[in-house]
């Protein structure tokens, strides 16, 4: 079920580890292993908040990779006080947060792997509805949930749902997956590569691209709510919004002829709005709908 206010909140301010290091937990090894980096560069305000929705998830199979550029604003010594539940941690230049991210994915081994940016968080029970899914629906690919906005306070401003996945609303309509709520499976880094380095902004929304558009990949949306994306000033997408709309392009324009509909992009975008309408209406959420319209 959604998170409240409240408790999303304390989740992320609040120690509540189980002091065992990582994977010691009893029947450890039932659990599908999760791998999840978290790339960092100066965000001392927020990294620790990311941590511990990481850690405080208490999920027995885990792997946690730190992988820092070299940050002096005292982020070190916040990983340092963590050390002891990572996997592995790194503070060394690097070349930007994709590289970051990849670099920790090379050292993972869990079945399913996913990144927290280090000013975003995970939800309560977020690892354990991945787990669940993964049992449920073993011969899928990709796995996804629904995503909170949090303002610089960690109160929540506003909740983004999504649909099942459709390449071609991924490809008319933008982003079906949101990287704070996202796992896949480790095996597709070696089957259809790593995240593409020359996308400084919308890494995410390629790699979503890439792999929902393989044969027989399976995505998994899952009704519940994973994540939490921060608006914050220094956040890139505040920053790099302009960098962000070309790399969409750039990304929809070397995609699009993968698709095998032959009705053009003036069909698909009626239908996509379409579609979430009515999938929203069949569910009986006017609420969120009343709220979705008058926030376009």
């Not at 081994?109 to 927290?116: I, N, S």
């Not at 480790?186 to 996308?199: A, H, N, P, V």
């Not at 379409?274 to 009986?284: N, P, Q, T």
Request: net charge neutral.
């Amino acid at each position: 079920m959604p998170t409240n206010l409240g408790s999303l909140r304390d989740f992320v301010t609040t120690d509540r580890i189980d002091r065992r290091p990582a994977g010691a937990g009893k029947g450890a090894s039932s659990w599908p292993k999760l791998s999840v980096v978290t790339p960092s560069y100066n965000q001392a305000d927020y990294l620790e908040r990311t941590i511990l929705s990481v850690l405080n998830q208490n999920y027995p199979n885990l792997e946690y990779f730190i992988m820092d550029g070299g940050s002096t604003d005292g982020s070190v010594e916040i990983i340092r006080k963590y050390e002891r539940y990572l996997a592995g941690w790194v503070s060394e230049k690097d070349k930007g947060q994709v590289d970051a991210i990849n670099k920790g994915f090379r050292r993972a081994t869990g079945d399913l792997v996913g990144f927290q940016n280090s000013d975003d968080t995970f939800a309560p029970g977020a690892f354990q509805a991945v787990a669940e899914a993964v049992r449920k629906h073993p011969d899928d690919d990709v796995f996804y949930g629904h995503m909170y906005i949090i303002d610089e306070a960690d109160v929540i401003t506003e909740n983004m749902r999504v649909l099942p996945f459709c390449a071609e609303c991924q490809l008319f309509e933008g982003m079906q997956i949101f990287n704070q709520a996202f796992f896949f499976k480790r095996s597709m880094l070696d089957r259809f590569g790593y995240f593409d380095e020359q996308y400084r902004f919308a890494f995410d929304y390629e790699i979503a691209t890439r792999y929902g558009l393989q044969p027989g990949i399976r995505c998994r949306l899952v009704e519940d709510f994973w994540g939490a994306f921060r608006i914050q000033a220094q956040a890139k997408s505040s920053t790099i919004a302009e960098v962000g709309r070309r790399e969409h392009q750039a990304i929809q324009d070397r995609y699009r002829p993968q698709l095998k509909s032959s009705m053009g992009e003036g069909f698909w975008k009626r239908y996509c709005k379409a579609r979430k309408l009515s999938h929203f209406v069949l569910r009986g959420e006017f609420s969120y709908i009343w709220h979705r319209l008058n926030r376009t």
